[in-house]
C-alpha cells in the first residue's frame, strides 16, 4: 500500500512540473504590458509566488529519488529552451529558487558541476 502511495506521489510531482513547466513556455510578454508603464502585473506577481510555495510545499515531502527526477526534468527542459526574459525567464529563476530552497546541493551538483 505504502508502494503505491507513493508511486502515485511521484507521478503528481512529476505531472505537476510538467504543467508548471508548459505554464512558463506560454508565458510572454503581452503587447498590451508594452504599452503600459513597464510594471509587473498583479497576476505575474501572484503567479510567481504560488510557483515558488507551491513547488517548496511538494518539494520538501519528496524522497531524495523523486526529487532527483524532478530536478532532472527541470534541467532538461532549462538546456534545451530559449525563453524571453521578462515573464517566462523570471517564473523559471522562481521554478528553480524551489529547488534550490529545499536542496541546493543538488541543485548545484545538476546545474553547475554537470554543465
Known sequence: MI???TAGFEDFVLQFID?????????????SRIEQEGDKWESENLTESA???TMISVLTQTSSSIFTQALRKVYQFVTSRI???T???ILLAVLCQAF???LARL???AFV???
Open 19 to 31: 504543467r508548471c513547466l508548459s505554464l512558463i513556455e506560454s508565458s510572454s510578454l503581452d503587447q
Open 113 to 115: 558541476i554537470i554543465s
Open 3 to 5: 508502494c503505491t502511495a
Open 100 to 102: 534550490s530552497m529545499v
Open 83 to 85: 525563453l524571453e526574459t
Open 107 to 109: 541543485l548545484v551538483l
Open 51 to 53: 510557483i515558488l510555495w
Open 87 to 89: 515573464v517566462a525567464g
